[in-house]
């Protein structure tokens, strides 16, 4: 079984997203184009609600990169595990931590295995902004993912603690 080192992952571009309050709610900017360079340009968008408790992922894509938005209702405990052999970071795991007290954008780069826990009581809303359609135009492809939920033993786990 592989073991990661806690640290920064290349390519993860995480970012503090700002909430604009006012007497109606707030308002937070998700991504803008002149942020975002090309090749991780969104080709879609999606939000998902996740109970408290439940983890999502741990997964990788091979061509797919996610740019994730964690504003609210709920928070989360963030977990990316560098697993490209190429890469100057393999072998580190980042940790973070955001939702409705810390708003954050992450990008996700091909390859780098990554998952999400709700934590806290509340549910939590999550909007994934990917540079590719899922399962391709008119969703004719094979879906680009690599799924490590239920493989035993794997190193990435919710359940190890680093």
Same mark, same amino acid.
Not at 89 to 94: C, E, K, P, S
């Given at each position: 079984?592989?073991?990661?080192? #806690?640290? #920064?992952?290349?390519? #993860?571009?995480?970012?503090? @997203? ?17 942020? $975002? ?11 998902? @609600? =996740?109970?408290?408790?439940? $983890?999502?992922?741990?997964? &990788?894509?091979?061509?797919? =990169? ?13 977990? @990316?595990?560098?697993?490209?052999? /190429?890469?100057? =970071?393999?072998?580190?795991? @980042?940790?973070?931590?955001?939702? $409705? /007290? ?10 780098? #295995? ?6 806290? =009581? ?12 899922? &399962? ?13 939920? /239920? $493989? ?11």
């Amino acid at each position: 079984m592989k073991s990661f080192s #806690v640290g #920064v992952i290349e390519g #993860v571009i995480v970012k503090e @997203l700002k909430k604009y309050l006012d007497r109606r709610g707030w308002l937070c900017e998700l991504f803008r184009s002149d942020e $975002v360079s090309e090749e991780v340009f969104p080709q879609m968008s999606y939000c998902s @609600l =996740t109970y408290p408790g439940i $983890v999502r992922g741990p997964h &990788a894509h091979r061509f797919q =990169t996610d740019m994730f938005c964690f504003v609210g209702p709920g928070n989360f405990e963030i977990r @990316l595990w560098d697993n490209r052999q /190429d890469s100057a =970071t393999y072998g580190n795991m @980042l940790r973070l931590y955001g939702g $409705v /007290d810390r708003p954050l954008s992450i990008i996700v780069p091909p390859g780098v #295995v990554h998952g999400y826990k709700v934590i806290g =009581t509340e549910p939590g809303m999550v909007f994934n902004c990917p540079n590719r359609l899922y &399962a391709g135009r008119d969703r004719k492809e094979e879906v680009d993912e690599i799924r490590y939920e /239920d $493989v035993q033993g794997s190193p990435f786990s919710f359940n190890n603690e680093q």
